[in-house]
Nanobody, 122 residues
């Protein structure tokens, strides 16, 4: 059974870089059946897909974030990380990591971390 857990600071100052790590238990992040995504939910709003790293290390990001997103991985530690630069208070959200399972009909997310609250404030 797969488990994911987010970790990182809960408070970030404006203009700084938000950094989070997702640790995966069970399975492998290099298995080509799956990808690994970061998703966030601002207060009172819906889920926003931020980006993904595929099994081979290729990354794809939501253009709505203006190129501020970077996702990397450490396969030996079964971890993948998020860096969001130049943050503002609008980046305050609960941040989730999730496994993406892609089919012809679309991508589904059967496993999520519990989420971690990140507040951007001076």
């Amino acid at each position: 059974q797969v488990q994911l857990q987010e970790s990182g600071p809960g408070l970030v100052k404006p203009s700084q870089t938000l950094s989070l790590t997702c640790t995966v238990s069970g399975g492998s992040i290099t298995t080509n059946d799956f990808s690994w995504s970061w998703i966030r939910q601002p207060p009172g709003k819906g889920l926003e897909w931020m980006g993904v790293i595929a099994y081979d290390g290729n990354t794809y990001y939501s253009p709505s974030l203006g190129g501020r997103t970077s996702i990397s991985r450490d396969t030996s530690k079964k971890q993948f990380s998020l860096q969001l630069s130049s943050v503002t208070p609008e980046d305050t959200a609960v941040y989730y990591c999730a496994r993406g399972d892609t089919y012809y009909s679309g991508t589904y997310y059967p496993y999520w971390g519990q989420g971690t609250q990140v507040t951007v404030s001076s």
